[in-house]
C-alpha cells in the first residue's frame, strides 16, 4: 500500500543580506553562493524535491531575485513550478509564511531555510514521515554541540516534545531543530496569531510552541551517520564544500544534483536529462550524462540505478 502523501507545496527562504559573510554577500545572496560545485540553493531545494513536493516559492531579496530566476527559471525544465516572492526586511523565519500566504492557499506546507544541507541514509524515508501526516506539524532535531545557540527540543521516553526553548541559557537537550518544519493547513492562521519577540522577529519557535501546545507537533531525529550543515559562516560554508567534495569523490554520487533527483522521482525523463546535460561543460554535466549512458544500458554504473538520497 503507497504511503498517502498530504504535500506538495514549499517554500525556500533565501532572504536576508548574509552579513555574516561580508564582503562576499554584499553583492549577491548567501544562497547563491558555491558550495562545492553547485550553488547553495540546490541543496534546501532538492531536499523538499526528494519529499515529492513539486510547486515552491522561492523568497528572497528584490535584489537578489533577477539572479535566482535567471538561475532556476520557473522549474519547468525540472518538472516544477517555481514562484518568487519579495522579502523586503528579514524579520524572523515564521515571516516567510506571512509573505507566502497566497501561495499556501489553505494546503500543508513545507519550509526550509536556503543555507541548510541535509545528508544521509534514510533522509527520503524520514521525509515521507512528513508528508504522511494530514494533520499538525513535524520538526527534526539533530544533536549539536553547542545546542544554546539553537532552537532547543526535549521530548520524553516515548519520543513526544515537551518543550522548546530559543536559544537557552541551560539547555535541557543537546538536540538542535533544523531548518526543516512540515505544517498543515492551519499555519497561515497560527503563523498570523504570532507577535514580534523581544528581538524584534517572528519566531518560529513561537509557531512551532502553538502546535506543541495543541499536542500536534511531531518530532523526526536525524542520528549517527547524519550531517546537517547550516552555512551561515565563512567556516560552515567552507566545511560543508571540503563535506561535499569528500562524499562525491569516494561515492561517484553527486549531492544535490537537481536534474538526477527529478528524473528518480519521475519528474521529468531521461531524454529531459540528455538535453539538459547538453550545454553543461563541467565535471556536472558529465556526471549527468554518465547518468544517460547507465539508464540506457551502456554506462559505468556507479552513476546511476541507486535511490536518491539528500539530492543525489
Not at 526528494?50 to 525544465?77: K, N, S, V, W, Y
Not at 504522511?132 to 527540543?153: D, K, L, Q
Not at 492551519?186 to 528581538?199: D, N
Request: a neutral charge.
Amino acid at each position: 500500500m503507497a504511503t498517502p502523501h498530504y504535500f506538495r507545496k514549499g517554500i525556500l527562504l533565501a532572504g536576508g543580506s548574509g552579513t555574516r559573510l561580508h564582503p562576499a554577500t554584499q553583492h549577491v545572496s548567501k544562497q547563491l553562493l558555491p558550495v562545492f560545485d553547485k550553488p547553495m540553493i540546490y541543496y534546501p531545494l532538492s531536499t523538499l524535491m526528494l519529499a515529492g513536493l513539486r510547486e515552491f516559492l522561492l523568497i528572497c531579496t528584490e535584489r537578489d531575485m533577477p539572479l535566482f530566476q535567471h538561475l532556476l527559471q520557473d522549474g519547468t525544465h525540472l518538472g516544477l513550478t517555481i514562484h518568487y516572492a519579495v522579502q523586503q526586511r528579514p524579520e524572523g523565519i515564521a515571516q516567510a509564511l506571512l509573505i507566502g500566504s497566497q501561495f499556501v492557499a489553505g494546503d500543508a506546507v513545507a519550509l526550509i531555510l536556503g543555507d541548510n544541507i541535509f545528508y544521509g541514509q534514510g533522509l527520503q524515508d524520514t521525509l515521507q514521515l512528513a508528508t504522511s501526516r494530514p494533520n499538525g506539524a513535524t520538526i527534526f532535531r539533530y544533536a549539536v554541540r553547542h545546542p544554546e545557540h539553537y532552537g532547543v527540543v526535549e521530548v520524553d521516553a516515548a519520543g513526544r516534545p515537551v518543550s522548546l526553548v530559543e536559544k537557552p541559557a541551560q539547555p535541557k537537550s543537546r538536540y538542535a531543530v533544523t531548518g526543516l518544519y512540515f505544517y498543515d493547513s492551519e499555519v497561515i492562521h497560527l503563523a498570523r496569531e504570532l507577535r514580534p519577540s523581544a528581538r524584534g522577529e517572528l519566531e518560529i519557535t513561537d509557531l512551532n510552541r502553538k502546535y506543541l501546545e495543541r499536542g500536534h507537533l511531531h518530532v523526526e531525529t536525524f542520528g549517527r551517520g547524519f550531517a546537517w550543515l547550516d552555512t551561515g559562516t565563512e567556516v560552515a560554508l567552507l566545511q560543508a564544500a571540503n563535506f561535499v567534495e569528500t562524499v562525491q569523490h569516494r561515492q561517484g554520487l553527486c549531492i544535490a544534483c537537481l536534474e538526477e533527483v527529478a528524473y528518480r522521482m519521475g519528474f521529468i525523463s531521461l531524454a529531459q536529462v540528455e538535453k539538459l546535460a547538453h550545454p553543461m561543460h563541467s565535471s556536472y554535466g558529465e556526471y549527468l550524462r554518465e547518468i544517460v549512458r547507465f539508464e540506457a544500458g551502456d554506462g559505468r554504473p556507479e552513476a546511476g540505478g541507486r535511490r536518491p538520497e539528500a539530492g543525489g
